[in-house]
């Protein structure tokens, strides 16, 4: 046993501030104060802090609720990246997917309350997203004048013990395709690899691998986003359904083919359907039409 495994394990309260570098201070204050209507809480005025290559600088921050705040970096004198220019006038949707990925998502309580942001912040003249609804969430998006993505987001239901048990498995298999990719000299770039992984360590779990015969199978978490998959499996006479611990196994002797609109699902969802696991050949993944064919040899 390690000195590390004789620490107690301290708890984490939850999110003090996240904090952005930001250019356009009067903007920025514009728009969190006066357009979101956030508090200005406090604000630190210095200079560099130590290195000669720190500048002066102001960090301010606003309250964003349930004692949270957002905060940010003016440094004095300081010029914008040529990489953030005209990133504020772009519509908020997913665009550069590295960027894009460094956002702020603040909860609100309702269907309610998220309509009456998405009215709020239109009236002010801002771009505002469609609601999206995730696998576990719904949120729309604005851009600030960094170009900075701010999500406002409602629960559709809480997690539990199955979303981290499962979530633990995915990314177990991700680590062994990862691995498995290395190997090969090359990079983890298909989330089927991820998928194909999973249904492995699924099957070792569950004593499938002993009794594998299907041409195609799709692992199901039993959770309530991705039940329609399993009801429209078990109405067809080529599926069998399979409860496997946590999971309803979708067993097929040919090809199956799945439609999005007919399943009712939102794309968000529709693009991670398969997180369960698959074992066969994903032949066409669009946005309405998946089909999943056996493993090539």
């Not at 290559?53 to 301010?60: A, C, E, K, M, S």
């Not at 004048?145 to 633990?168: I, M, Q, S």
């Amino acid at each position: 046993m390690s000195a590390r495994d004789l620490l107690p394990q301290p708890a984490l309260r939850g999110v003090d501030h996240t904090a952005r570098p930001t250019w356009k201070l009067r903007e920025t204050i514009e728009f969190y104060r006066d357009k979101l209507g956030l508090p200005l809480v406090h604000v630190i005025s210095a200079r560099g802090w130590g290195p000669a290559t720190h500048p002066d600088f102001l960090h301010f921050f606003f309250d964003s609720g349930n004692g949270s705040t957002i905060a940010f970096f003016y440094y004095l004198g300081s010029d914008q990246p040529a990489t953030m220019e005209d990133r504020a006038s772009k519509p908020p949707l997913p665009d550069d997917h590295v960027f894009d990925a460094t956002h702020t998502a603040w909860i609100v309580e309702s269907a309610e309350e998220l309509q009456a942001w998405k009215q709020r912040l239109e009236a002010q003249g801002l771009n505002v997203s469609v609601e999206t609804a995730h696998e576990v969430i719904e949120s729309i998006y604005v851009r600030d004048p960094n170009g900075y993505f701010v999500e406002f987001t409602r629960k559709l239901r809480p997690l539990d013990r199955l979303d981290a048990d499962d979530g633990a498995l995915t990314l177990q298999a991700a680590l062994e395709a990862e691995d498995a990719a290395v190997r090969r000299g090359s990079h983890l770039a298909r989330i089927d690899d991820i998928w194909s992984a999973k249904a492995r360590l699924l099957d070792e779990r569950g004593g499938a691998g002993d009794r594998v015969g299907s041409a195609v199978a799709i692992y199901v978490p039993r959770l309530a986003e991705f039940s329609a998959l399993v009801h429209d499996a078990a109405a067809r006479p080529e599926c069998r359904v399979t409860a496997v611990g946590d999971y309803d196994l979708i067993e097929a002797g040919q090809a199956m083919e799945f439609r999005r609109k007919a399943l009712g699902l939102k794309p968000a969802v529709w693009y991670g359907l398969f997180t369960g696991g698959v074992r066969g050949h994903i032949e066409v993944f669009e946005r309405d039409r998946v089909v999943i064919a056996p493993a090539r040899p």
